[in-house]
């Protein structure tokens, strides 16, 4: 375990619900990130909180939507998704945003759009 | 912005040889490098890191080299075993974002008895 747990593990949602995936860390680490991981494609950055700020936001479309309650915890709020969007959600957090820390990951979330 | 390459995309050896697998990345300000190991139904797993300011790092069976001139670094995992398979992803820091990480499209490892 590494400290970083996502639930569900798995989701199966129509193109009109609305879901949210939930990550936790308990590292007590300030700086927490959503990565879309689809085959054959690299690890992509969605979005990244640094002590519960949004720095970043690498593009992605409106349908995906963050929120950072407080440092521990981070949800990624799903509507209206396309089938395109199916694709494992890792969650990772780390003592810092720079790259100079080690990013832990979560077990991820696969989720199927229909 | 950052650009990683990783090759082989696949990689098979046999139990006891070695594996070496090699990524190239374009942004020469570029100052951390992670490599992760990713088993089946898990996320990815930070196995060995190095900076810009070192050549080589090793941990018992596993060792990074970095060359900073060519912009490139690989992994070196020896006596492998069964267990090594799995797909590993290397990574550069982003500096233009904040240092994110930038990943390669990763090497599937097959280590076969």
């Known amino acids: 375990e590494t400290g970083v747990t996502q639930t569900p593990r798995h989701l199966v949602m129509g193109m009109t619900n609305k879901k949210s995936l939930k990550c936790e860390q308990h590292?007590?680490?300030?700086?927490m990130y959503w990565y879309k991981q689809s085959a054959k494609k690299p690890l992509e950055l969605m979005f990244v909180?640094?002590?519960?700020?949004?720095?970043e936001n690498n593009s992605v479309p409106s349908r995906f939507s963050p929120e950072c309650p407080n440092s521990s915890h981070l949800f990624l709020h799903l509507h209206t998704l396309q089938p395109e969007d199916s694709a494992l959600y890792l969650c990772?957090?780390?003592?810092?945003?720079?790259?100079?820390?080690?990013?832990?990951f979560g077990p991820g979330t696969r989720l199927t759009v229909t | 912005g950052e650009n990683v390459e990783q090759h082989p995309s696949t990689l098979s050896v046999q139990e006891g040889d070695s594996a070496v697998i090699k990524c190239t990345y374009s942004?020469?300000?570029?100052?951390?490098f992670p490599w992760y190991k990713q088993e089946l139904g898990k996320g990815p797993q930070l196995i060995i890191d190095?900076?810009?300011?070192?050549g080589e790092k090793k941990d018992q069976r596993i060792a990074v080299t970095l060359n900073k001139t060519a912009k490139h670094f690989s992994l070196h995992i020896t006596e492998t075993q069964p267990e090594d398979s799995a797909v590993y992803f290397c990574?550069?820091?982003?500096?233009?974002?904040?240092?994110?990480?930038?990943f390669g499209k990763g090497t599937s490892l097959l280590v076969t008895p």
């Open positions: 990772a957090s780390s003592q810092e945003r720079t790259g100079y820390y080690e990013q832990y």
């Open positions: 942004d020469s300000a570029s100052n951390y």
């Open positions: 590292l007590g680490h300030n700086a």
């Open positions: 909180y640094s002590l519960e700020e949004r720095v």
């Open positions: 990574a550069a820091s982003y500096p233009n974002s904040g240092y994110a990480l930038n």
């Open positions: 190095i900076r810009s300011n070192v």
